[in-house]
């Protein structure tokens, strides 16, 4: 079975500072990693996956993650959040297998501030 | 964009009477959809996995004549919480993968419904 760890519930960060989100993930089988978007009264969006390839994955809006597979995390990374990035975050996996869900962990909220 | 919508988006009822909650890809037809939960604070719990045309697959612990899913369509599903109760209120989430896509882990999500029992 597979199970992800989000390790901090809660992230206040100051506008233009740097923030990390972070995943720890287990799983016994090779995984795909996925990091979701939630904000206020919004559906979850996908912001960046890992399949295969570089282990570093990046978004449109800035963030990054990386695959670390000997840790096994996936670490959400942006070097300057902007106030609009306040949101809560949800690392995901899933097996590489069709018809499979996504599992999640409990989320991370980020809240950026002035 | 792959859009999905869930209808209603905030549902409030007594307990002990059903509800009927929507999922439509509004533009794009879903061969699996899933049907999710969120507590407050909590991360999505998948509660079924439903197939066009076929029985649903239920997470364990998820009751099966509670929860009715019927996939009847490649672009509508619905999730029926029958004789709900207070412990049913919730958030309520479905995703929909695409009958093609490029990637075979894609999912897209609807926004949401809001159900609270009073």
């Known amino acids: 079975a597979q199970s992800v760890t989000q390790l901090d519930s809660q992230v206040p960060v100051f506008e233009e500072a740097p923030v990390e989100l972070r995943c720890n993930y287990s799983s016994s089988v090779s995984v795909y990693l996925f990091w979701y978007v939630q904000y206020p009264n919004q559906g979850l969006q996908l912001l960046l996956k890992y399949l295969s390839g570089s282990t570093l994955v990046e978004s449109i809006n800035g963030f990054e993650a990386e695959f670390n597979k000997s840790q096994t995390s996936f670490h959400l990374r942006k070097p300057s959040v902007h106030i609009s990035d306040t949101a809560e975050y949800f690392c995901?996996?899933?097996?590489?297998?069709?018809?499979?869900?996504?599992?999640f962990g409990k989320g991370t909220t980020l809240s950026v501030s002035s | 964009g792959a859009v999905v919508s869930q209808h209603p988006s905030r549902v409030i009822c007594k307990s002990g009477t059903s509800v009927k909650i929507e999922c439509r890809s509004l533009d794009f037809q879903a061969t699996t959809m899933f049907w999710y939960r969120q507590f407050p604070k909590q991360s999505l719990m998948l509660m079924a996995t439903?197939?066009?045309?076929?029985?649903?697959?239920?997470e364990q612990g998820v009751e099966k004549d509670k929860f009715l899913i019927n996939h009847a369509s490649l672009t509508l599903s619905t999730l029926t919480v029958t004789s709900a109760h207070p412990e049913d209120s919730s958030f309520y989430i479905c995703s929909a993968r695409p009958l093609r896509a490029e990637f075979l882990d894609t999912q897209y999500f609807g926004p949401g419904t809001r159900l609270t029992v009073l």
């Open positions: 995901a996996v899933s097996v590489h297998q069709a018809g499979t869900a996504l599992i």
């Open positions: 439903s197939n066009e045309g076929s029985k649903a697959t239920y």
